[in-house]
């Protein structure tokens, strides 16, 4: 009996290292970041709490907020896969009330009022009001297919008299890696 409860701990002993290597293979899954914003630093209904980012073979992008409503303003994701020029070079947007509509569009930096509407992107965003979550899921052919993206969100009141950047003013959270 002992020698048969050795052989089967030191099966599971090797299963659990199976899985360790597994889970850390490289390559294995794709990298996902979760970053925080300073709380209270807006109206509730557009107040950004926490922003999450997967980028695997597609780019999602998950904004959580305090007490979001069918009456919010808008969401914008601006979405950097460049590095150097200091701003990005895609963004997606759009309303957080219900029935409104989002795009995604090629940019030249923050204050790009010109962008490329990228028409055939296949883009899609999901709210979420009862988990205060708005979601940009986006093909990653659509932004030239990137290794790494970093990203900065800013939401906004219907009368635009009121934002929340996150994590600042024209300023990205860290890379995330695929």
Request: aromatic residues 8%; hydrophobic residues 40%.
């Amino acid at each position: 009996m002992n020698r048969s409860r050795g052989i089967c701990t030191t099966l599971l002993a090797l299963v659990s290292v199976a899985a360790v290597l597994v889970t850390q293979a490289p390559g294995a899954a794709a990298d996902t970041a979760a970053f925080s914003d300073r709380h209270n630093d807006a109206p509730r209904n557009i107040d950004i709490e926490r922003v999450r980012v997967v980028n695997a073979q597609r780019i999602v992008v998950n904004v959580l907020f305090d007490n979001l409503r069918r009456t919010s303003g808008g969401l914008t994701v601006y979405y950097d896969t460049r590095g150097p020029d200091h701003g990005p070079e895609y963004v997606a947007a759009g309303g957080l009330a219900q029935g409104t509509d989002w795009f995604a569009a090629r940019i030249e930096g923050w204050n790009d009022q010109h962008g490329q509407l990228l028409l055939r992107c296949d883009i899609d965003m999901r709210i979420n009001y009862r988990k205060d979550r708005a979601t940009f899921d986006v093909a990653r052919a659509c932004f030239d297919r990137p290794g790494r993206i970093r990203v900065a969100a800013r939401s906004n009141t219907q009368s635009w008299s009121q934002r929340d950047w996150a994590p600042r003013h024209q300023r990205f959270y860290d890379w995330v890696r695929r």
